[in-house]
């Protein structure tokens, strides 16, 4: 017996039909985009795996390890039977932590019941994001983005207003720029300092200027992405929520992700207003309930130290955004800034586009990545990916070796 039902002609239960499937997916998933970073990566992964020597500088992981008193805690934490159901925004002491880090470091007066422990600073912008936007709300974002801001708005099911910037003025939206595309909807400004993908950085005067326009819309809230505030080449990290006229409005995201050499242990963190805190508990709750309790733990360690314990890293990150400016530079058709922040380069490859390579059309950035990881075997992601298809993120979290190899290949590839 046929136990199928056809749908438009199409057997819906066929389970080698991959359309066939879609139709029973829903319109949400079906219309969310795969991340292209975390694509690149995978695509290495499978050309690794068929025996293919692939760079990867696609993925944003230093590639340090874990600071032993960091793993100490850990080791700690299980010894102290911290195996048991945390509290969903995160163990008290863990959060008195971040309250007083946020006042050592930022300025800010975040007490303890305004914290919210997440697992990753992923989600804990998308329980921001889910616990303020209605659908048809307007989430603003300077372009270039990190990759997931727009599909979180709209998995929100808001209306996404880009704000377009340039290598001219270093990816970074002015006052003005920023007046010119609110509204009424506008519900939220998200953006990074450092900057993923640019690793630009926000001065304090930039962001003092932004917050005068903020002001003047007090419907807008602002996500203040900055996880990668330790990896920071200017000696100096400003926080737009210590600027008292919107700090009521401001929801600072971080994590350890970066700083610490923290990716896998998945714990980030908010500060944000009291009624806003409680609403992504509450949305926390019914999706992941607390972060994990041992990874809170190594957490606190690390917030707990001196921020000096993140300079080694930062020194060296900084040697390797020299050295990839300099090889970089010496490619054609690559205009290059300056970033004073995190780990990437984010090259303008304008004057490369609609050209041919060994027999490839390179039409767009998305296709020069894929020409880059068949023919160079250099991953890279396209940077259409972060709202700014004219450019193309390379990730320098790798050793010197790697990287000079890495640009030596794009180098032949493209000559």
């Known amino acids: 017996m046929d136990h199928t039902k056809r749908k438009n002609g199409i057997h819906i239960f066929d389970r080698y039909n991959k359309y066939a499937m879609n139709e029973l997916l829903s319109d949400r998933i079906n219309k969310l985009g795969e991340s292209q970073t975390i694509a690149m ?7 690794k795996a068929e025996g293919i020597d692939v760079i990867s500088l696609s993925l944003g992981e230093p590639d340090f390890n874990t600071p032993d008193f960091i793993k100490d805690a850990a080791h700690q934490a299980i010894r102290d039977n911290y195996s048991h159901y945390p509290p969903v925004p995160g163990y008290g002491p863990v959060r008195e932590s971040i309250s007083k880090k946020f006042e050592r470091d930022n300025n800010l007066k975040y007490k303890p019941n305004q914290i919210v422990v997440s697992t990753g600073a992923k989600q804990s912008l998308m329980n921001v994001v889910l616990s303020l936007v209605n659908s048809g709300d307007e989430i603003v974002l300077p372009t270039p983005y990190w990759v997931s801001y727009e599909a979180m708005a709209e998995m929100a099911e808001a209306k996404t207003v880009l704000i377009p910037t340039s290598i001219d003025n270093d990816y970074k939206v002015k006052a003005d720029e920023l007046r010119s595309y609110l509204s009424p909807k506008s519900k939220l400004l998200m953006f990074s300092t450092p900057c993923n993908p640019s690793g630009s950085v926000y001065t304090q005067a930039e962001l003092e200027s932004l917050a005068e326009v903020i002001e003047e819309y007090p419907n807008l809230y602002v996500i203040s992405d900055e996880i990668y505030e330790h990896i920071n080449f200017t000696g100096n990290h400003f926080s737009i929520g210590s600027i008292k006229s919107i700090s009521d409005r401001v929801i600072t995201v971080n994590g350890v992700s970066k700083s610490y050499a923290m990716t896998g242990w998945r714990i980030g963190y908010i500060g944000a207003p009291e009624w806003i805190a409680k609403a992504a508990t509450k949305m926390q709750g019914q999706f992941t309930s607390g972060a994990n309790g041992i990874a809170q733990m190594a957490a606190k360690a ?13 020194d060296r990150f900084l040697h390797r955004r020299n050295l990839m400016i300099q090889l970089l530079g010496e490619i054609d058709g690559f205009r290059i800034n300056e970033p004073q922040g995190a780990f990437y380069l984010f090259p303008d490859v304008s004057d490369i586009l609609n050209t041919e390579f060994k027999g490839v059309t390179i039409d767009s950035t998305s296709d020069l990545s894929m ?40 180098a032949k590839a493209l000559s």
Do not use: K, W
């Open 41 to 47: 990566s995978n695509r290495s992964r499978e050309m």
């Open 302 to 314: 690390a917030i707990d130290a001196d921020p000096s314990v993140t300079y080694e890293m930062r």
């Open 371 to 410: 020409y880059l990881i068949e023919h160079a075997h250099v991953a890279t992601v396209p940077g259409s990916a972060f709202g700014s298809p004219q450019c193309l993120r390379l990730s320098y979290a790798a050793s010197d070796d790697v990287l000079e190899e890495a640009l030596s290949r794009i």
